[in-house]
């Protein structure tokens, strides 16, 4: 919002413009009087905004009040949340979920693009097709941004990759490679990170000030929210549960160092503590499918490997816990589908080793999945779009 010598009014107006904006989208659904008696401004100034937002669609009048009384009805105004809309990307290393919000990130449509290669300009050319799809279907003008989660550490502006892993990608700048194809605010950050924004906004951790949100699937992350922010750390690095060792002489893992989290309770490593258990009989290579069916079949081998994950993550989980003190732990990934066999171990394991006085916490399965960090991401596109257009 631009300042200048001579603009008071109009600088008096743009505030009250942006702080009704933000009381309707609360309120959902208000009447003029209300807002004016709610906010302490008169009626002529409250009468003049909702006219503009009326004129550009943010409000729409419902009709009379109800309500009987003293006086005239007054008239009910709805904000308009689908007025704008945003869009939340995750890339990972064999799928592109993607998820279309309204202002509230409540999704309008989420799915799911499956990739063939995770290479750079593969990813880049379905990002393009994917998003031109949605600008011209929901109508680019109306578009606030998108925001792409990745896998990876970012530099410090949070426009290209430095690392991932995941993907087998180094230094790919993917702001720079979109910026020039899609008209619309394009923005990046850490998918686990996005994902307990996600959680934030309409998950298990909606109304959470303090929790940590954790992901179990090929990798192992975790996004720590305290007083209500994410917790970045000094090169935006924080939250590497993954890499907590937990046994010194374990399984050797992706960073280097043995017996982290990951290497022990990842998909892969899992699958590979079945295959073994299962001895020389098994020739097929195990898909994650064929455990959930085993497990749904009772199958001992595949209980008393998921027991002992539930176990091991509970540890993990036990030094989050003791160190930040968060009141819930929300544990998302495809690994949370084995929940009802891994919940007990990881609660009773957080019971052993915690201290009473950071005890309870709560542990709760993501209700987003697959899509938490989607939504986060659109989340986030909506909160940089309204700090740039009703800042307060
Ligand atoms: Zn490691």
């Excluded at 050319?125 to 994917?130: A, C, F, I, K, M």
């Excluded at 000094?234 to 907590?244: D, I």
């Excluded at 280097?256 to 309770?265: P, S, Y």
């Excluded at 989607?374 to 257009?389: L, M, R, V």
Aim: charged content about 20%.
């Amino acid at each position: 919002m631009g300042t200048s010598k001579g603009r008071g009014p109009t600088i008096a107006k743009d505030v009250n413009r942006q702080i009704i904006y933000r009381q309707m989208k609360h309120n959902r659904e208000t009447t003029r009087v209300d807002l004016a008696r709610t906010l302490n401004l008169h009626k002529n100034t409250v009468n003049a905004i909702i006219g503009e937002f009326m004129e550009t669609g943010f409000v729409e009048e419902l009709g009379q009040q109800a309500q009987s009384g003293a006086g005239r009805k007054a008239t009910v105004i709805q904000f308009q949340a689908r007025n704008k809309w945003a869009i939340g990307v995750q890339i990972t290393s064999d799928v592109i979920h993607w998820a279309v919000t309204d202002l509230y990130a409540q999704p309008i449509a989420s799915y799911s693009v499956p990739l063939r290669d995770a290479a750079p300009d593969n990813v880049v050319q379905s990002l393009l097709s994917e998003a031109d799809k949605l600008l011209v279907t929901y109508g680019a003008e109306a578009c606030v941004g998108m925001c792409i989660g990745i896998p990876g550490l970012m530099e410090e502006h949070r426009s290209s990759i430095i690392h991932s892993s995941h993907l087998s990608w180094q230094h790919v700048p993917l702001l720079a490679l979109l910026k020039d194809r899609l008209s619309i605010p394009l923005k990046l950050d850490n998918s686990v990170k996005l994902a307990s924004l996600g959680e934030q906004w309409h998950g298990s951790g909606s109304g959470s000030n303090d929790f940590a949100y954790c992901y179990f699937g090929n990798g192992v992350g975790c996004s720590l929210v305290a007083s209500g922010s994410v917790v970045r750390g000094s090169v935006g690095a924080a939250g590497e549960l993954g890499h907590f060792v937990l046994e010194p002489d374990g399984p050797l893992c992706g960073c280097g160092n043995r017996g982290c989290l990951e290497a022990l309770v990842s998909l892969p490593a899992l699958l590979r503590q079945i295959s073994e258990a299962d001895g020389a009989g098994s020739s097929e290579p195990l898909s994650w499918e064929t455990v959930l069916d085993r497990l749904h079949h009772k199958d001992p081998v595949v209980l008393e490997v998921l027991r002992g994950a539930g176990r091991t993550i509970g540890q993990a989980l036990s030094y989050v816990v003791n160190l930040l003190n968060p009141k819930l732990v929300v544990c998302d990934g495809p690994l949370m589908q084995a929940s009802s066999i891994l919940f007990p171990h990881i609660e009773s394991e957080l019971q052993r080793r915690c201290l009473s006085a950071v005890i309870p916490v709560r542990v709760a399965r993501s209700e987003l999945y697959p899509y938490a960090s989607c939504i986060g991401a659109a989340a986030d596109a909506i909160q940089t779009w309204e700090a740039a257009t009703y800042p307060l």
